[in-house]
């Protein structure tokens, strides 16, 4: 769900940085300090958050998630 999550983030053009960041974070951490779950949290909350993301796609209506956005 998270995958679909982050597709679906890209279409609509949502920045997707932050969302790097904190893997990178992650990732470097957990290589720094081999692994341990407590660094690896950061990672979980972003995971869910693209998850719902995802889910929302798949199992909402397609009007149901709709957010106009608006322009400068």
Do not use: M
């Amino acid at each position: 769900l998270a995958v679909l999550g982050l597709v679906d983030l890209r279409r609509r053009r949502v920045p997707l940085v932050p969302f790097a960041v904190i893997l990178l974070e992650v990732a470097v951490v957990a290589a720094a300090i081999f692994g341990q779950t407590r660094y690896r949290d950061p990672l979980d909350v972003v995971l869910v958050i693209l998850g719902a993301v995802g889910f929302d796609r798949l199992f909402l209506p397609r009007g149901a998630h709709a957010v106009t956005r608006r322009g400068p």
